[in-house]
Nanobody
Framework: VQLQASGGGLVQPGGSLRLSCTGS????????IAWFRQAPGKEREGVSC????????HYADSVKGRFTISRDNAKNTAYLQMNSLKPEDTAVYYC????????????????????WGQGTQVTVSS
């Protein structure tokens, strides 16, 4: 059971990146997936989450209107499209999946996310 996060990099303010989170060893279809981030010297914070077939999603206030979470169950992959990036978005981004409760209708950052990807660095700087 593994999650692989990718797509990070260096981008100028106002730019865009798309992060991917691909599962191997298990299907992601029925489970809630979330993106978290942790900046140097700060606590980890929830960025966005999405449920399984309902595709209910939730965003941190700081990214609403700029980030979009999605999933492609056929590819066993979730995405985080990040637009209008700001220097304060600089962090290591992690994806996580909650396997304990399938087919949720709402997602929340406080759920017990069982498996985590290794993290991908996003740096927003001119």
């Amino acid at each position: 059971v593994q999650l692989q996060a990718s797509g990070g990099g260096l981008v100028q303010p106002g730019g865009s990146l798309r992060l991917s989170c691909t599962g191997s060893g298990f299907p992601l279809d029925d489970f809630t997936i979330a993106w978290f981030r942790q900046a140097p010297g700060k606590e980890r914070e929830g960025v966005s989450c999405i449920t399984s077939s309902d595709d209910n999603s939730h965003y941190a206030d700081s990214v609403k209107g700029r980030f979009t979470i999605s999933r492609d169950n056929a590819k066993n992959t979730a995405y985080l499209q990040m637009n209008s990036l700001k220097p304060e978005d600089t962090a290591v981004y992690y994806c996580a999946v909650e396997l304990g409760v399938p087919l949720r209708h709402r997602c929340h950052f406080g759920y017990n996310y069982d498996y985590w990807g290794q993290g991908t660095q996003v740096t927003v700087s001119s």
